[in-house]
């Protein structure tokens, strides 16, 4: 056996192998998006059966065999099994696992991922928190932590910081807002509202533990969703499983 390696993480997927193991991937803060596999953890008697499912955030032992990684020991902290039994908050809850995993990639840091699905799933489960509105800012903050942030206090074209009441669209081409005086020339432009850039420029930089404390108007909440779902849409390449049920509940 190799040596054991230490860390701690968020089981996004599980998938089962076999007739009683499954193989989970893990996203963690010392090595990235990585996989294991947990042998045995379909028998009930299985110390890993509890451990080894999505939403479980812990301390997670592993050795590494020649072709991957395999679960030793697990210290859960968090398993957010309520979430389970919640529609449709467990679909908005494995839509953030698959954005997560998208942008998830071995060997890179990826602590403040695990705090946005932590502060994320405790909002779903928070019936103060509208689950479209967590849908919202966990997207825009996702793509805020990973680099795809639209710009959102400057013009996009010439580059004039504009502020809070200032009138002012935002443009999917050019990844932002644009100035009164530029939007003419932008065919894609389109007016956001104060409220919403205001809401969109909190989301972005907020520290994480206030990142759900607030609330919008149903006309805002609209405008938030038609912005950052078109956005998320245009900059990633996949289309999420999750989301397809989603779409398929709120048309029932």
Known sequence: ??????????VISAMPIGEYDK?????????GKISAFARGARRLNSPFMAAANPFVFGTFTLFEGRTSYNLNQVSVTHHFVELAGMQPGIYYGYYFLELADYFGHEGTDEKEMMNLLYVSVKALLNPDVDDRLARCIFELRAMSEQGFCPQLFQCTSCGREIGEEEECFFSQE???????????????????????????????????????????????????ESLIHTYVARNTDKRF??????ELMQKE
Do not use: H, W
């Open 1 to 10: 056996m190799s040596d054991l390696i230490t860390v701690q993480g968020v």
């Open 23 to 31: 193989r989970i991937v893990l996203l963690t803060r010392e090595r």
């Open 174 to 224: 050019s990844c932002g807002i644009v100035c009164r005086q530029c939007a003419p020339g932008i065919k894609d432009a389109r007016r956001i509202s104060p409220a919403a850039l205001y809401a969109m420029r909190y989301i972005a930089g907020v520290p994480m533990g206030r990142l759900f404390n607030f609330t919008v108007k149903p006309p805002v909440l609209r405008e938030l």
């Open 241 to 246: 499983k999750s989301l397809g049920i989603l």
